[in-house]
Antibody, heavy 121, light 113 residues
Framework: EVQLVETGGTLIQPGGSLRLSCAVS????????MTWVRQAPGRRLEWVSD???????YYADYVKGRFTISRDSSKNTLYLQMNSLRVDDTAMYYC???????????????WGQGTMVTVSP | DIVMTQSPDSVAVSLGERATINCKSS????????????LAWYQQKAGQPPKLLMY???TRESGVPDRFSGSGSGTDFTLTINNLQAEDVAVYYC?????????FGQGTKVEIK
């Protein structure tokens, strides 16, 4: 069964650090394009970061220099290291996979349930 | 960045009727060489993650009922839900995956009248 399970979200003070994990089953993380998307309460979905099959990484401007996306092939897990957290980083963080059809992207076809990060004094 | 704007913010439709949601991008998301618009639609029910409904503007994801249809090109797109069912109550988001940063619309809430 294909499944993404995020963990690591918690209540944390501004300036703190946190690492989110996304345990993947049913496909191989390192052979796919993986993404973190977040959603603040009552707000729209917001792209955070991509990790491509070739190891290339991309970040939204509002997290660049503070967040790092990575993967552990031996654990088939995706990570998001979050440093210098701010109140406006408060959101549900979703791990998702970019699906492909005939080598062409068909957007995010698999989503985890999400893990909540609350940044508050 | 490509800005995605949806309208309306919410819509109330009677069971069995049609709901129409519009999505406009601030610049074209048409890949001319592939003749595809990199526009996706997601459905998010309360307390759940988003679910992919449609990609390449009008290709339904496996398992999505055919009462859902997508149309449009360039900068203007539409998601239509025919014969609205109770289980279609949700927030619907459009997303462009034409260029980074990938961006989403603000969402349209579909309710039963």
């Amino acid at each position: 069964e294909v499944q993404l399970v995020e963990t690591g979200g918690t209540l944390i003070q501004p300036g703190g650090s946190l690492r989110l994990s996304c345990a993947v089953s049913g496909f191989i993380v390192s052979r796919n394009y993986m993404t973190w998307v977040r959603q603040a309460p009552g707000r729209r979905l917001e792209w955070v970061s991509d990790l491509y099959r070739d190891g290339a990484t991309y970040y939204a401007d509002y997290v660049k220099g503070r967040f790092t996306i990575s993967r552990d092939s031996s654990k088939n897990t995706l990570y998001l290291q979050m440093n210098s957290l701010r109140v406006d980083d408060t959101a549900m963080y979703y791990c998702t996979r970019e699906g492909f059809d005939s080598d062409d992207s068909r957007a995010y076809d698999i989503w985890g349930q999400g893990t909540m990060v609350t940044v508050s004094p | 960045d490509i800005v995605m704007t949806q309208s309306p913010d919410s819509v109330a439709v009677s069971l069995g009727e049609r709901a129409t949601i519009n999505c406009k991008s601030s610049q074209t998301i048409l890949n001319r060489s592939k003749n595809k618009n990199y526009l996706a639609w997601y459905q998010q029910k309360a307390g759940q993650p988003p679910k992919l409904l449609m990609y390449w503007t009008s290709t339904r994801e496996s398992g999505v009922p055919d009462r859902f249809s997508g149309s449009g090109s360039g900068t203007d797109f539409t998601l239509t839900i025919n014969n609205l069912q109770a289980e279609d109550v949700a927030v619907y988001y459009c997303q462009q995956y034409y260029e980074i940063p990938w961006t989403f619309g603000q969402g349209t809430k579909v309710e039963i009248k």
